[in-house]
């Protein structure tokens, strides 16, 4: 495997000085998880000091670290790039990787769906070319540096989610990447804690557009209330290429026609004034939505059309984000669980509801819904978490357990017949599911991470069977 940096590209990068020769076929920021022939970058974090970490990553494998400070513990050997501050060498090394790679550059961002898209784009594109994607959500001020530095140099596409909660995050890290397309999947109250208002949040996101390479594009979503604000943000930003997708018809990029079922749906689409029909492999109307956004960022990359809508097919849900597992039952049978539990807001609340809807129960079995908090929410929190009673009503879901002191104002909010139970912790709401649940129930379970339901999940597929309740 030929290098992804050399000791004399990085000290070149950053400033820094070696003290010998090494060659580096990955970065890692995670002792834990670096990989051998890693260069191992030393951060230093409000809880954590990447310097005491810096032996065991050498010890692992790492081909050199990138240190501001002697770290402990070293052998004599041991290979150092040495900075004045590792944080800011880490974005040297990423916008060293932007400079020298000629990809064509999308930047995802947008309150749902960015790392859905983003990985959807990886594979539309890379069936076509060389595509590289930010892995998992690192869309923060070290996930995405952290991204770019390990964009390989002969990459054709390069895809990289951006995420923020405060004003000014996205501006910092869109002028890191330089995308040649900007995709703003949806504006949705999330965050709201930290804005004033929704529009406040669309602004934030629209911080994508100061760094969009001169010719770029823009990808909005035409059915969102926010797409004129959005539209308006980039052509201040200079950019003229808008592409609208959505139902509406105005939108470059169109819904035509679409069948919905449990684990996928058909979807007729006219991209350009081309009508195309394909599958998806992942369930619900936000996916539909979110394959619109990804056929205009291929299109605006001057990719294949056809090819990019044939590997949406092979997409599968990721974890956390609706994949499926059978639970045994230890007096018998078995339910279905989907596990949601990565994180929260209104809007992906209700695209998980409908999905729930959308798929019937075994015999005998119930739709449930296990909801811990919606975090960030700020003075709409109780609202917010209240209103979730209708979508839940209109989905038919049988059965709501909630958890958190948040999710108290849905608890209230809901008919006693659709009450499970309300738990403090996870503890609690486990052995509270597990008296509950029949043979064929369906078990969808959401919450913000904070709210530590991934915990309950786990737990749920670590036990060789889930106890079944006799309770109605």
């Known amino acids: 495997m030929s290098a992804l940096w050399t000791s004399q590209d990085a000290a070149a990068a950053t400033g820094g000085r070696n003290n010998g020769a090494w060659h580096a076929s990955g970065v890692s920021i995670d002792s834990r998880t670096a990989d051998p022939g890693d260069l191992f970058v030393a951060l230093i974090g409000p809880k954590f000091d990447g310097h005491d970490f810096v032996a065991g990553a050498l010890a692992r494998g790492a081909a050199a670290a990138v240190v501001a400070k002697q ?11 040495t900075v004045g501050d590792t944080q800011t060498a880490l974005e040297a090394l ?17 309150s749902v769906g960015k790392t859905g898209t983003k990985e959807a784009l990886k594979a539309a594109l890379g069936a076509q070319g060389s595509a590289f994607a930010s892995s998992g959500s690192l869309n923060n001020q070290w996930g995405v540096p952290l991204s770019l530095s390990r964009l390989p140099p002969d990459a ?115 991209v350009m004034g081309e009508v195309i029909d394909y599958s998806l492999g992942l ?12 056929l205009a960022a291929v299109r605006a990359a001057g990719g294949d059309i056809g090819v990019a809508a044939a590997a949406l097919g092979t997409l599968a849900p990721l974890a956390g984000r609706g994949q499926r597992h059978i639970v045994s039952l230890g007096g018998g049978g078995s339910f279905t669980l989907i596990d949601e539990s990565y994180n929260a807001s209104p809007a992906s609340m209700r695209a998980a509801f409908a999905v729930l809807g959308a798929t019937a129960p075994g015999a005998g079995g119930r739709r449930i819904a296990v909801l811990g908090d919606m975090l960030e929410l700020g003075t709409e ?92």
């Open 283 to 294: 369930p619900g109307r936000h996916w539909i939505m979110n394959s619109l956004a990804v």
């Open 71 to 81: 770290p402990p513990k070293l052998a004599p050997e041991a290979k150092l790039l």
């Open 381 to 472: 929190s109780a609202p917010l978490h209240a209103g979730l009673a209708e979508p839940i009503a209109a989905a038919n879901i049988d059965l709501v357990f909630t958890l958190g002191n948040e999710m108290r104002a849905l608890d209230r909010a809901l008919p006693a017949a659709r009450r499970g139970a309300h738990a403090d912790t996870v503890d609690e709401l486990a052995q509270l599911l597990a008296q509950r649940l029949h043979a064929g129930d369906v078990v969808t379970i959401k919450g913000s991470h904070g709210s530590k339901l991934y915990q309950l999940v786990a737990r749920l597929l670590a036990a060789k069977s889930v106890a079944s309740g006799a309770e109605a």
């Open 156 to 270: 054709a596409y390069g895809i990289f989610e951006l995420g923020m909660n405060h004003p000014g995050e996205i501006d910092a890290l869109v002028r890191m990447v330089r995308p040649h397309i900007a995709v703003i999947t949806t504006i949705e109250p999330v965050h709201l804690g930290f804005f004033a208002s929704v529009e406040a949040i669309a602004d934030a996101k629209a911080e994508i557009f100061n760094a969009v390479e001169p010719g770029g594009a823009a990808i909005l979503n035409c059915d969102n209330p926010h797409f004129a604000r959005l539209a308006a943000a980039a052509r201040a930003r200079g950019i003229d290429r808008i592409i609208a997708f959505g139902e509406h018809q105005d939108a470059a990029v169109r819904l035509v026609a679409c069948d919905l079922q449990a684990a996928g749906s058909t979807v007729t689409a006219s």
């Open 94 to 110: 990423g916008r060293a990787a932007r400079a020298r790679s000629a990809a064509r550059i999308i930047a995802v961002t947008g």
